[in-house]
């Protein structure tokens, strides 16, 4: 999700940013489809508008004739819905995981259409400056949203303070850790409220949105998990459209815009404190990634 990593399920839903649902009329003169011609509008649900890649993305699409609307939501479970109802042509806020729960729940058929960055998910702690340093024992708080917790969980195993049955899943719950197996005990918290409970546990995975609310920065992570690993693809940021939309040209050009602009690029690392590692994956890859996950939610 944009560097907010959902939090509703997630995400991608608490984030500290509660502006007003921006207006949302009848769908783009966009459409759907191939097609595509100069001055079109289209309308792309975000969560935090104000963050520094969307201004120059706007003036860029502007210079090829696309009038690109914000239209900005207030919390992580309004965009998809929003999105399926034809309210918005495009939305740009999570990740795959957090899209193939909301298919699987919803039946939907969002899909994505490009892809933006992956943010690496961070454990903190005010105790220790070293992961090595945790003793055998110590609590290790987590989210309680299912998609951060599984992401978060799978951090401490590549971290070494814990092991999990099924090996690391998107799915891994509490319920997956091995006990005998583990240096930490593990208790999951809301994730808003992780940095103020972050002095009472040995360390915190924090969801980005929330790091600085603790007083800290993302260089502070005394471990982090690695966006270049191919089970980290789950977890890439996307654009989604409806599947109808899939191959509209319009939408295909407003991806390339924002994967190839310098200055576009330039507001994704500041907005998220230089944290984001920007991608340009394939989307047979993304498609291919969504349909396995919401295939494992469904077996799960």
Same mark, same amino acid.
């Given at each position: 999700?944009?560097?907010?990593?959902?939090?509703?399920?997630?995400?991608?839903?608490?984030?500290?940013?509660?502006?007003?649902?921006?207006?949302?009329?009848?769908?783009?003169?966009?459409?759907? #489809?191939?097609?595509?011609?100069?001055?079109?509008?289209?309308?792309?649900?975000?969560?935090?508008?104000?963050?520094?890649?969307?201004? +120059?993305?706007? @003036?860029?699409?502007?210079?090829?004739?696309?009038?690109?609307?914000?239209?900005?939501?207030?919390?992580?479970?309004?965009?998809?819905?929003?999105?399926?109802?034809?309210?918005?042509? &495009?939305?740009?806020?999570?990740?795959?995981?957090?899209?193939?729960?909301?298919?699987?729940?919803?039946? %939907?058929?969002? $899909? /994505?259409? #490009?892809? $933006?960055?992956?943010?690496?998910?961070? &454990?903190?702690?005010?105790?220790? !400056? !070293?992961? !090595?340093?945790?003793?055998?024992?110590?609590?290790?708080?987590?989210?309680?949203?299912?998609?951060?917790?599984?992401?978060?969980?799978?951090?401490?195993?590549?971290?070494?303070?814990?092991?999990?049955?099924?090996?690391?899943? /998107?799915? %891994?719950? &509490?319920? !997956?850790?091995?006990?005998?197996?583990?240096?930490?005990?593990? $208790?999951?918290?809301?994730?808003?409220?992780?940095?103020?409970?972050?002095?009472?546990?040995?360390?915190?995975?924090?969801?980005?949105?929330?790091?600085?609310?603790?007083?800290?920065?993302?260089?502070?992570?005394?471990?982090?998990?690695? /966006?270049?690993?191919?089970?980290?693809? /789950?977890?890439?940021?996307?654009?989604?459209?409806?599947?109808?939309?899939?191959?509209? @040209?319009?939408?295909?050009?407003?991806?390339?815009?924002?994967?190839?602009?310098?200055?576009?690029?330039?507001?994704?690392?500041?907005?998220?404190?230089?944290?984001?590692?920007?991608?340009?994956? +394939?989307? @047979?890859?993304?498609?291919?990634?969504?349909?396995?996950?919401?295939?494992?939610?469904?077996?799960?």
């Amino acid at each position: 999700m944009s560097r907010r990593t959902t939090s509703a399920l997630a995400a991608l839903a608490v984030v500290p940013l509660f502006v007003a649902l921006a207006g949302c009329a009848t769908s783009s003169d966009a459409g759907s #489809g191939d097609g595509g011609s100069e001055n079109e509008t289209v309308k792309i649900g975000v969560v935090g508008k104000g963050d520094a890649q969307w201004a +120059p993305f706007v @003036e860029a699409a502007a210079e090829e004739g696309i009038t690109v609307e914000l239209v900005d939501f207030g919390s992580y479970e309004q965009p998809n819905p929003a999105l399926t109802e034809g309210e918005i042509d &495009l939305n740009q806020f999570q990740h795959i995981v957090y899209l193939a729960e909301y298919n699987n729940a919803s039946g %939907s058929d969002l $899909t /994505p259409i #490009g892809s $933006t960055a992956i943010y690496p998910l961070g &454990l903190y702690s005010t105790k220790y !400056d !070293d992961v !090595d340093d945790i003793k055998k024992g110590d609590t290790v708080a987590v989210p309680d949203d299912a998609s951060n917790q599984a992401r978060a969980l799978n951090v401490l195993q590549q971290a070494g303070l814990l092991e999990l049955k099924s090996g690391g899943t /998107p799915y %891994s719950d &509490l319920a !997956d850790i091995d006990a005998d197996k583990s240096k930490v005990k593990v $208790t999951a918290l809301e994730g808003a409220l992780i940095p103020t409970s972050l002095p009472d546990v040995a360390a915190a995975i924090i969801n980005n949105d929330f790091v600085e609310d603790a007083g800290l920065t993302f260089d502070d992570a005394i471990a982090q998990d690695d /966006p270049e690993d191919p089970s980290a693809l /789950p977890y890439v940021n996307i654009f989604a459209a409806r599947a109808e939309d899939a191959d509209n @040209e319009t939408y295909q050009k407003l991806v390339e815009i924002f994967q190839t602009n310098e200055d576009v690029q330039a507001g994704l690392l500041e907005s998220s404190g230089d944290t984001a590692v920007a991608l340009r994956t +394939p989307v @047979e890859d993304l498609v291919a990634s969504l349909e396995k996950v919401q295939k494992d939610a469904e077996e799960k």
